[in-house]
């Protein structure tokens, strides 16, 4: 392996990723580059101000960072090899002795459905040694997968730190439950946060991948719920297949009756783990009574067993689908959402329902059998007339939604194309910037949109115009690379340049 080499991530680093959410790393440049990184960030910061998504250009020496073969190795592993660093960047600077309030972060503003696939990733980088004292990032593990956060606020012992000498990094899933901690020593902490989005689905692993099937990992850094079935459906998923929760076999042996009467317990921990363990089952001989029962926890006021409800029924052939579809059509937002998880990796079986119910006249029925289409791609495709019909739908949301799906399913593409080329233009500015992150995942097949996308160049939001210009990277031909080009020409930044020095040295 050569130095430049991303170094993957092993099968037990791929287990804990997908089991806790997160994985901390460290990065081996000298302490002597950390130094000059850290005085560099104080002067920007003191005399400049937070460079936002200029962090790049205004700290060159942060690109070696993002090029250092551990962080690509573990980028490429979870988001795949054409992986796309997005726009948005922010150095975080904590010096408070509070800490901060737990949250997850936002896709620019759009309250998009929260993919359990790893289709977006963070990299939390620390450039000074980060003690627990001095306020580390946060993560609750296992959380990536949860609307509601679930766990109580004084749970600090379950609480992961990314604490460590510089050049720790943490590679989060985007979803995850995540804040600052107290930084009681009142001294300057770094983190530099970058984005991450998968451009195309996983056919392969792209990690160093030895062992196919699932193993649970045999310890948690902190007390997680089961969610085997969840976990077993991503490991697939990122192994390069589709709805195989319909395929899944019966992968361990118990009594159906005890775990039905466990479902009913007063007991969260018991009630989750006895939705997960009925998935498991796959039980051919009373799979009418466990679909009855799966079908009430999916109405579960705690949403871990409502999600373990839903992923199970998934499981469970037709009989669980039709479940599944009567889930989406309720009315509270956590059963609608672990229904539409559930049919997202339901497998084919799952399509002509989910393209029926784009007929409701609730929104959010409409846009979660969107979202679960979109995540069954080219099972999908023969509901893609249907979505595009979508796009006059007079919600942004729905229309959203559609962008994405459309980018997911990708076939046939030339219709796709030529009404993604369209929605450039759409009202909505979150309609206007997905859309130029499903044109890059379609790749050189987009390339109709090319003039489009030279359109959205000047399209008045800063996510608009970088959309675009990362669509027309990776459609590649040769009028995109020019258009491509000429923009970065004109917007490009020069890193030596500040209100001190505006032109030399």
């Not at 085997?228 to 991503?234: A, G, H, S």
């Not at 669980?320 to 989406?328: D, F, H, S």
């Amino acid at each position: 392996m050569s130095m430049n080499e991303p170094r993957l991530l092993t099968d037990e680093q791929m287990r804990q990723f997908i089991t806790e959410g997160y994985l901390l790393l460290q990065t081996d440049f000298s302490s002597e580059f950390h130094q000059q990184l850290l005085e560099q960030l104080n002067y920007v910061y003191s005399h400049e101000g937070n460079p936002g998504n200029n962090l790049l250009p205004r700290v060159r020496e942060l690109q070696k960072v993002i090029d250092h073969p551990i962080i690509t190795g573990a980028l490429t592993s979870v988001l795949g090899p054409d992986y796309m660093l997005h726009a948005h960047h922010h150095g975080h600077f904590n010096n408070s002795p509070q800490p901060g309030g737990w949250h997850k972060d936002s896709y620019f503003g759009y309250g998009r459905i929260r993919n359990h696939h790893p289709w977006w990733a963070m990299i939390m980088y620390f450039p000074q040694d980060t003690p627990v004292e001095l306020g580390p990032t946060g993560v609750m593990p296992g959380t990536q997968n949860y609307a509601t956060r679930v766990f109580e606020q004084d749970e600090s012992e379950s609480e992961a730190k990314a604490s460590g000498g510089a050049g720790t990094f943490a590679l989060i899933a985007y979803d995850i439950w995540h804040r600052s901690t107290a930084n009681i020593l009142g001294k300057e902490r770094y983190m530099l946060k970058f984005e991450f989005m998968r451009t195309q689905s996983p056919t392969v692993p792209s990690w160093d991948h030895q062992q196919p099937e699932w193993v649970t990992p045999a310890a948690f850094s902190a007390p997680i719920h089961p969610h085997e079935c969840i976990w077993q459906e991503t490991w697939n998923w990122m192994r390069g297949e589709v709805g195989s929760s319909a395929s899944a076999a019966a992968s361990q042996v118990g009594e159906v009756s005890s775990l039905l009467e466990q479902l009913n317990s007063s007991s969260n921990e018991e009630r989750v783990t006895a939705a997960d363990q009925l998935g498991l089952l796959r039980s051919n001989s009373s799979a009418d009574e466990v679909v009855t029962a799966l079908a009430k926890a999916l109405e579960d006021a705690y949403e871990p067993v409502a999600l373990n409800a839903g992923y199970a029924l998934a499981r469970y052939g037709d009989h669980g689908i039709q479940a599944l579809l009567e889930g989406l059509r309720h009315e509270d937002r956590i059963v609608s959402l672990s229904a539409a998880y559930g049919l997202s990796v339901a497998g084919a079986g799952a399509v002509e329902g989910l393209t029926e119910a784009l007929d409701s006249e609730r929104e959010e029925t409409v846009t979660r059998a969107v979202f679960a289409l979109g995540e069954l791609r080219e099972l999908a495709s023969d509901s893609v007339p249907l979505l595009i019909g979508q796009l006059s739908h007079p919600s942004s949301n729905v229309r959203i939604s559609v962008v994405e799906a459309l980018g997911n399913i990708g076939q046939p593409h030339d219709i796709i194309v030529q009404a993604l080329a369209r929605c450039l233009k759409d009202s909505d500015t979150q309609v206007r910037f997905m859309t130029g992150l499903s044109l890059a995942k379609l790749g050189k097949s987009a390339e109709e949109a090319v003039p489009s996308l030279i359109e959205a160049l000047d399209d008045e939001n800063r996510y608009v115009r970088a959309h675009a210009a990362e669509a027309l990277y990776y459609i590649g031909t040769e009028k995109a690379e020019r258009a491509l080009i000429h923009f970065l020409k004109i917007a490009r930044w020069c890193p030596s340049t500040t209100p001190a020095s505006t032109f030399y040295p």
